[in-house]
């Protein structure tokens, strides 16, 4: 019997919708945790939350995570703590939420901007209204009190009108801005109106990852709950102490062990000699 | 002013549409083939020919292709040789078509078919008899006399009901296949099948390159228009010729060669040193 539930797609994580077929993908599928946020994505759109195009990123974030190894590795959990220090010293942080970002995460999102006490605003590639409405619905569902990206009145310059806007009390104004999943143009615009911007993107070579003040090479599924933990726990910490985390950072560094990481996992996955034995 | 034709996908193909607005790309832009095929493929998905998996699964080709360094890299024009030698020699030849195959490279399909004599067969993942009509469809608009698919009688043992299903006088009597942009699963139940199974695969690791027979590791829309001026050039050799090429043949030779292209690009890309100068 195929049940077809009409919850919206954050609450039931679990199980995968193809048709009227209702599909439940064991926890012990090798590939679950990718199919499951495959699904999410595709759920987003669905419900008018993630561009098209943001599946098609979504692929690349896929291929990139494979080639990762699908974990959380050491210069990205570096890249974390020096994101969370900054956002933690900032006078007027900002996450940025995207239809993609909102579609994976909704939940760590807003609790990442609580214990950060940073402001959230939806900011588009393909903006429309609805999208943002849409998008700030979801947020203020999981527990956001507040979410800006609906009275843009400012624009940031050297953006097309529409990918431009921006509230004035939100990425305007701030010094330190998330800008997770984001496309290189956005972030070179924000990195040359003179804010910290840190980004998460699964591309080390992607234009915004090189771009960013910070880049967390790392699926945003797995960074967001780890900065949550890392931030309760270094909201204790002094300025000193969170100046000094950020102070002794180099992000080309960082990319440069990403890069180096990768192709030693090409290396390993092509040793494995995992194709056929036979010739042809 | 924008104006928005209502012309099928495939016809107008250096126009890019966001909501109600025409872009035009100049073809100097460094990434406009990319950003061409991403928008065929949306439209693709818009016209019911593409299943929304498949613009995450176009998403992954890209990040490979760009991997890859976006152009047909030896071993694939090795592969590329092979797979077009075996059509040739094949008592009955069948190319598969999927979704995204439809979208990307219809006429391209319809042609090589045609100079190698192989029938064409629909053959979906997500298996709805609209999309399976939809496909073919568009293959008889762009020039197919014959489109198998719609009748199929027969199963590929090892698949579920829907995704198995074949006609007989396809994919089922067939000795050569060519399944391009195809899953790990089907490639192996035709493989296990006895045929000779050939396949499009940006991903060098993914399970299909590593089943199939023969691994053309590049863009579909590069390999196709190639291997049709292969096609018209070979198709005058003698079979001891043909014979030759394919024997001297070795598949996992091919893929090891592209992941040591592709540790070699993510060298060059590190050290060209492109990230910002500046230190945080």
């Known amino acids: 019997m195929h049940i077809r539930l009409t919850l919206p797609f954050y609450i039931y994580p679990f199980h995968f919708f193809r048709g009227s077929k209702m ?3 064991p926890k012990s599928h090798p590939r679950y945790w990718s199919l499951l946020y495959r699904e999410k994505i595709i759920r ?41 220090a900054k956002l933690l010293l900032a006078n007027h942080p900002v996450i940025s939420v995207n239809g993609n970002v909102a579609a994976l995460v909704p939940r760590e999102t807003v609790e990442l901007a609580k214990v950060t006490r940073a402001k959230l605003e939806v900011n588009l590639f393909y903006r429309t ?13 999981t527990g956001a009190k507040e979410v800006l990206g609906l009275n843009p009145t400012k624009r940031i310059p050297g953006l097309e009108s529409e990918r431009g806007k921006v509230e004035e009390d939100g990425i305007w104004k701030a010094d330190v801005v998330l800008v997770p999943l984001e496309d290189g ?23 915004s990852a090189r771009m960013a003040n910070v880049t967390i090479v790392d699926n945003i599924i797995r960074a967001y709950p780890r900065m949550i933990e890392l931030a309760k726990e270094m909201r204790d910490y ?39 034995k036979e010739k042809i």
């Open 23 to 25: 599909v439940k993908i």
């Open 44 to 84: 987003g759109m669905e419900e008018g939350i993630t561009a098209k195009a943001g599946l098609i990123a979504h692929g690349r974030g896929e291929a990139f995570d494979y080639l990762i190894g699908e974990r959380t590795i050491p210069p990205a959990e570096e890249a974390m703590k020096v994101a969370v």
């Open 129 to 141: 209204e609805e999208r943002v409405k849409k998008i700030a619905e979801v947020l203020k569902k």
């Open 185 to 207: 143009d956005r972030t070179e615009a924000l990195v040359r109106m003179g804010k910290f911007v840190i980004t998460v993107d699964l591309n080390p070579l992607s234009r």
């Open 238 to 276: 002094s300025r000193e102490e969170l100046e000094e985390i950020v102070n002794n950072y180099d992000n080309n560094k960082i990319l440069s062990e990403v890069l180096l990481h990768i192709r030693r996992r090409l290396e390993e996955l092509a040793k494995e000699g995992i194709w056929r």
